[in-house]
């Protein structure tokens, strides 16, 4: 151990040779080619010795500097791994995501696939200004989250519409779960600029069995969709 307590010396040995080795040619007499040759070679050892050090500094502060940029590139990867899979507005995943998910689901397993929309989002967007309309889809999707159970999955598939897949094949849960959605956002409130602003969901819902296209699943509850929206709006809708 030398330099900082604790701190482990490479070449420790090494240090301590050339020490001792330099006090006993102190002592030495020697014919003065003998001593000559003995005090070079002592040199050039402890030149060797301190080039060995320097190397060994510039391997370690090249090793760190790699590390960071190891670092840098794994969280470079994961931002984009993260961005090619996301919504950049609400965090939810974007609709190449929720559709690839329910696509491996159809290949092998039962579920339900809920299609949510916000009702007369366009009269937020004109009256308050899309800023507004933009909070009211990322609170309508942290409340979605937190109301959905952990296995499920929710997407953003285009403008206020949201996709969620339940890997559940109960019709009965699967509808007790949208009208506690429903419900959960029609009681909401989002501030804006200092004010309340209330918003409602219409949901439509229908389950999916193994070896079904999405297209056809899709199209399905899209048609549950339209029902609960012409059928009032605030309101779900099984097809």
Not at 149 to 173: D, W
Request: include cysteine; hydrophobic fraction near 40%; proline fraction near 2%.
């Amino acid at each position: 151990m030398s330099g900082s307590e604790g701190e482990f010396n490479l070449f420790a040995a090494e240090e301590a040779l050339l020490e001792h080795s330099a006090a006993v040619l102190s002592e030495l007499t020697l014919p003065e080619e003998a001593a000559r040759a003995l005090r070079e070679l002592h040199g050039g050892y402890a030149r060797l010795l301190r080039e060995s050090k320097q190397l060994v500094r510039i391997a370690d502060r090249r090793e760190r500097e790699l590390n960071r940029a190891n670092r840098k590139l794994q969280q470079l990867t994961q931002t984009l791994a993260y961005q090619a899979d996301h919504d950049p507005l609400t965090g939810a995943l974007n609709k190449g995501a929720i559709r690839r998910q329910a696509e491996e689901l159809l290949t092998g397993g039962e579920g339900a696939l809920m299609l949510l929309d916000l009702d007369h989002f366009k009269r937020v967007n004109d009256t308050l200004g899309h800023p507004c309309g933009d909070r009211l889809l990322q609170a309508l999707v942290d409340l979605v989250h937190e109301t959905l159970p952990e296995e499920a999955t929710l997407g953003r598939f285009g403008g206020e519409e949201f996709l969620v897949l339940l890997r559940e094949g109960s019709l009965l849960a699967a509808r007790a779960l949208a009208e506690r959605i429903r419900q959960q956002v029609e009681l909401a409130e989002t501030e804006w600029q200092g004010r309340p602003v209330k918003a409602t969901v219409s949901i439509g819902l229908t389950l999916i069995a193994s070896g079904e296209s999405f297209d056809a699943v899709y199209q399905r509850v899209d048609e549950a969709l339209y029902a609960a929206k012409h059928g009032g709006r605030n309101r779900v809708a099984i097809g």
